[in-house]
């Protein structure tokens, strides 16, 4: 065993049994490599990442090419999902150098952590035009006894070059109706019009670009935008990228036309995904968008949910084949006779239709004959019945084989994006054991994660918090999904919580001067350069995540300096949303919010009368861009305390509530925005129609009643 078995990361101790010397990023790694004056070999990836794997197992577990990594290295191992700051630093490094990216990251250091030389994955013997990796090495090793002088230069320049990069941010102005526009126009050029999506392959799914496309048809009705949404999501529901049989989707697909993914199920994307497929049925009232959002809900809880009652963070892309083998999508293809074997004749072949399963095959690499299971679009009909059992017996068939790896970490920004999906597609769908879930995973956090000053531990396991400080966008997702708590559950406790983080955002991850916001805590550990990123990759970046979160809570309190933060943030999104809008659509769509508002809804009445449940419900389906939603009894039967202030059991500690009165003693509803509120309502059609609501409250296409 090596210094990463006492490691919380299951990637790191995948690593522990390694005949490489693995040192764990610290000071402690450098000032070794400074006493031995030797180079650090930085290597980065994630447990669920393919190649790393592939790696591992050809060079890291590889006797000779650990003797020359102990010999002339210090080695350090870094999982990326812990460490998203080093991650992103040294990233940025590799793809100025060599103009692309991936993991596993490969990258040799000087002692003072300055990068020399990079790559990401390299074969153990050369290939296709790449050196082998122990002739990487030999070279790097040559360089620095030979040429040490030209490695600084070269270090040193690349350090000095990184830390000279600056992120425009705009004009601090948040984007207006032109730029929305335009960034709508740049993703109708970028829009594969016959399979959905955006751009060719791989192709991955644009779970906030959706986000951004339903808000700007809720609130300017641009048709292109929702056929955008609603085509890209039925594709991507019919693909193989959709599992099929369990819910959830995979990473991304290696094909234009969502055929064959990459078969590892991260819980950011199936958190995002579970949102965005709820509210595009809050938008159409698809059957198909609710059947998946509740489905990868299902998936999440099911395969995902860990023992401490938070949600893992991935399962891998390989498992063991019928023979033994470790290989990627093992366990989720089938051949014709695999279906034949457990459905008999007749089943097999209506299952080979309805899934897309072919003699030949759709996806090479898992054998002769193995398919991806899709929904292809198709004429016929199915028996929905028979379909239902179909799926069932293969669903159970698949339960018996070897099950992927699970990454059982639970990191706090990720399980914010799980908490709000789950507690908005609990409230949506009559779920109440999905709010629940999520109410459990936000109580974990609060336990676990944050400390007494609210400043959040990135990740833990098994009941105990990692060492890493949390970064951006764990507050700002976390902040997020309290947000939604706070609306789905009346309970103002998740309201103070958000606000305790957002605090944090301001006062150590802002820039005073111009409202950027950094990675990084202003007190993190120091880095080369101090990761700065408001681009939406994988999840929100922290950037934009903050912009939406600081907009949706100074809608629930009035706080004018958290609007103002948010709008400044904002600014980014004015520069960069026309020009690269596909990585910009989380913060798309909370520009749309904040040009609507966002409307401020307040809801009061008794707890148990079902006016006020069917206005809160009808709240919380409203299309109208970023609504928050505040719901309790009227102030005027609030219970006081001794002070005369009122108790937190009433409802009044969520401000929207303040002064808030039954009219004509039913149930009320307000609506608020831009400082002008409307009069109070107890009229649920006209509050509906008010706020933009498309379903009816018990799920129907209210336009097509």
Not at 191 to 208: L, Q, R, T, V
Not at 621 to 629: H, I, K, Q
Request: glycine content about 10%; hydrophobic content about 40%; charged content about 25%.
């Amino acid at each position: 065993m090596n210094r990463l078995a006492s490691a919380t990361s299951p990637y790191l101790l995948q690593h522990a049994d390694n005949p490489v010397d693995w040192w764990p990023w610290g000071e402690e790694a450098f000032e070794e490599a400074r006493r031995r004056d030797v180079p650090v070999l930085l290597s980065v990836g994630y447990s669920a990442c393919h190649w790393c794997h592939v790696m591992a197992h050809e060079s890291f577990e590889d006797h000779a090419t650990a003797a020359i990594l102990n010999r002339y290295f210090v080695s350090v191992k870094v999982d990326r999902e812990e460490r998203p700051d080093v991650d992103a630093v040294y990233m940025e490094a590799v793809q100025a150098a060599t103009g692309q990216g991936g993991w596993p990251m490969t990258v040799f250091l000087t002692p003072d952590a300055e990068p020399f030389y990079f790559g990401t994955y390299f074969p153990p013997e050369p290939r296709h035009g790449s050196p082998s990796f122990q002739q990487v090495l030999d070279g790097v090793n040559q360089a620095w006894q030979g040429r040490r002088g030209e490695v600084a230069e070269v270090a040193a320049k690349i350090t000095r070059e990184l830390g000279e990069r600056h992120i425009g941010h705009g004009s601090g102005r948040a984007p207006g109706e032109q730029e929305l526009s335009q960034a709508l126009l740049g993703l109708t050029r970028e829009y594969d019009a016959k399979h959905g999506g955006f751009g060719g392959a791989p192709k991955f799914p644009p779970s906030m670009v959706i986000e951004f496309l339903l808000r700007h048809h809720a609130r300017t009705g641009s048709e292109g935008a929702l056929q955008m949404a609603v085509d890209t999501g039925e594709r991507m529901a019919r693909g193989g990228i959709y599992d099929q049989l369990g819910g959830g989707f995979a990473r991304y697909s290696v094909d234009r036309e969502w055929v064959v993914p990459h078969f590892e199920k991260m819980l950011y994307d199936n958190a995002l995904l579970c949102r965005a497929y709820a509210h595009l049925w809050r938008s159409t009232g698809s059957e198909l968008a609710r059947r998946v959002a509740l489905e990868t809900a299902d998936f999440m809880m099911r395969e995902l949910r860990t023992e401490q009652g938070a949600f893992a963070s991935a399962l891998d892309a390989d498992s063991e084949d019928v023979d033994g083998r470790s290989s990627e999508g093992a366990y989720y293809v089938w051949t014709r006779e695999q279906l034949r074997e457990i459905l008999g004749e007749a089943d097999a072949e209506l299952a080979a239709a309805h899934y897309g399963v072919t003699e030949e095959g759709t996806f090479p690499e898992g054998g002769e004959g193995a398919s991806v299971l899709q929904l292809p679009l198709s004429d016929g009909m199915f028996d929905a019945e028979r379909v239902a059992s179909v799926r069932q017996r293969l669903f159970d068939a698949r339960a018996e084989r070897s099950a992927p790896g699970r990454d059982d970490k639970v990191v706090a920004a990720w399980n914010g994006l799980a908490i709000a999906a789950l507690a908005e597609t609990g409230a949506y769908f009559d779920r109440p054991d999905l709010v629940e879930a999520a109410v459990s995973a936000a109580d974990l956090l609060i336990r676990l994660h944050l400390d007494d000053s609210a400043r959040l531990t990135r990740t833990s396991r098994d009941g105990r918090a990692g060492a890493n400080a949390g970064v951006l966008e764990d507050y700002a997702d976390v902040a997020e999904g309290f947000l939604a708590l706070a609306s789905v559950t009346g309970e103002g406790v998740w309201l103070d919580f958000a606000g305790f983080l957002l605090d944090h955002v301001l006062a150590r991850f802002t820039d005073e001067e111009d409202g950027a916001l950094y990675d990084t805590a202003s007190d993190a550990e120091r880095l080369i350069r101090r990761p700065q990123d408001p681009t939406d990759n994988a999840t929100p970046s922290g950037w934009t995540a903050a912009a939406g979160a600081l907009l949706s809570y100074a809608a629930q309190t009035g706080s004018e300096p958290h609007r103002t933060a948010a709008l400044r943030a904002l600014g980014v999104v004015s520069a960069l949303g026309p020009r690269v809008p596909r990585f910009i659509g989380w913060g798309l769509a909370v520009a749309e919010a904040a040009l609507d508002g966002p409307r401020e809804v307040a809801v009061v009445g008794a707890e148990d009368d079902p006016a006020r449940r069917a206005f809160h419900r009808a709240a919380l389906l409203a299309t109208a861009p970023g609504a928050v939603v505040a719901v309790g009894a009227p102030a005027e039967s609030a219970p006081t305390t001794a002070d005369g202030k009122g108790s937190g059991a009433s409802g009044v500690e969520l401000p929207l509530l303040a002064d808030r009165l039954l009219r004509d003693g039913r149930a009320t509803a307000y609506i608020c925005r831009h400082f002008t509120c409307d009069a109070p309502t107890t009229d649920l059609d006209g509050f509906r129609a008010a706020l933009g609501v498309r379903v009816d409250l018990n799920g129907t296409d209210i336009r097509s009643t």
